[in-house]
């Protein structure tokens, strides 16, 4: 084996991609020989002297290929460390739309390969009974044409236009899985993230570095963000967002691209033992009302609704599977005879209480105890 060769054998393994020819041809598009040797010998975070010293390199060298890399987003620099991204999903985002090539290599593997990788790791993960790291987040619109859910047990951390009430600074980015894959002319401005008004590890300051990224994005007002939030619904885009009591950002999500939404919809494993996990809601369907016009089955991506024939009646009705139903709610408000009732089905506690920093298990992993404790009863 050559050692250019090794270089990059050496850094699929890392991600544990070796025998993966097609995550290989990525970092092969984005990595040039020369770079693959200096990234192989990264294996920790490192300082430019220890580089230097691993590499033989010269210092005024070194640190401008390494300065390039960051550019690239193939590294990064906390302090005076630098260190590749710790997952493959993390070097995913930040090395898009760094060039066309590069979005093409990483989308060919996604839909070849790596979403039923991303599916597998998901499906094991539940089954140990850990949590999720995404959920699913009920539409706005659906949450209003339920008025028979009483208002205290929507909870606060489940409903958008509370997080968007209690903000004081709203932005809506490009989607990080549409702007590189592009399988759909779907909005590319859909990934929300915001500073709660309680929030003190967020600041302004960062999300002016956001805004200098893309200095043409504007802060939105509460009201222009729930009107942002309703036109995405009504296109057919679900609210997905991180796994704990608390909201702080939301992904409006599509089928085709979605690299969460993605695997689970198409890999095939049962939905209750994957990521994301589905919302505390359910939809049903009152067949009496039910016209059969089948608009519930072309808004349900997950495949939830089929039509079946029921006893007295000449026409076909909608039904929904509960087993498949993700909760998401944008069936329920598009029934053009309101025959869609939208309820509770879960505790609260089917959300996890845990931090920001579990959902991505940094840290210690979760011992039984842990995982139990985090899905202890508790109320409204």
């Known amino acids: 084996m050559s050692a250019e060769k090794d270089a990059y054998q050496k850094i699929a393994e ?86 066309d090539e590069v979005d093409k290599l990483w989308t060919e593997f996604f839909f070849k390969e790596w979403r ?10 539940r089954l140990t009974g850990m949590w999720s790291t995404h959920r699913i987040v009920p539409a706005l619109q659906a949450l209003a044409a339920s008025p028979h859910i009483p208002k205290e047990q929507i909870l606060p951390y489940e409903n958008y236009e509370e997080m968007f009430k209690h903000s004081k600074m709203i ?39 956001i805004l ?12 222009e963000a729930m009107d942002e939030m309703y036109a995405l619904e009504d296109a057919g885009l679900g ?23 993605n695997p689970l919809i198409y890999a095939g494993y049962d939905y209750d033992l994957m990521d994301p996990t589905k919302s505390r809601y359910q939809a049903s369907i009152d067949q009496n009302t039910c016209s059969g016009c089948q608009t519930c089955m072309e808004r349900c991506i997950f495949g939830a609704v089929e039509m079946v024939k029921v006893p007295g009646s000449k026409k076909m009705k909608a039904s929904i599977s509960e087993k498949s139903c993700m909760g998401c709610g944008l069936c329920v408000y598009t029934c053009p005879e309101q025959a869609i009732r939208f309820d509770i089905v879960r505790p609260p506690e089917h959300i996890p209480n845990i ?26």
């Open 171 to 209: 932005l809506f980015l490009p989607c990080s899985c549409r702007t590189q894959h592009r399988q759909c002319d779907n909005k590319m401005e859909v990934c929300v993230h915001v500073i709660l008004d309680d929030d003190d590890r967020r600041s302004e300051k960062e999300f002016a570095g």
């Open 239 to 261: 609210h997905l967002s991180l796994n704990f009591p608390r909201l702080e950002e939301a992904c409006n999500w599509c089928e085709c691209c979605c690299r969460v939404v």
């Open 212 to 223: 200098q990224r893309w200095p043409e994005l504007k802060p939105l007002t509460y009201q």
């Open 116 to 125: 039923y990788t991303i599916a597998e790791h998901s499906h094991k993960r």
């Open 355 to 380: 931090t920001r920093e579990q959902v991505f298990s940094w840290g210690p992993t979760p011992s039984p105890e842990d995982i139990k404790k985090a899905y202890e009863p508790r109320s409204y």
């Open 14 to 99: 890392r991600y544990s991609m070796v025998d993966s020819e097609l995550f290989l041809k990525v970092l092969k598009g984005m990595i040039t020989p020369e770079e693959s040797g200096i990234l192989a010998k990264l294996d920790k975070p490192m300082t430019l002297a220890d580089l230097v010293e691993k590499t033989g390199a010269g210092e005024d060298e070194l640190k401008s290929k390494l300065d390039g890399m960051v550019k690239k987003g193939l590294i990064g620099l906390m302090g005076d460390r630098y260190s590749m991204p710790t997952h493959a999903m993390l070097l995913c985002h930040r090395t898009q739309n760094k060039s």
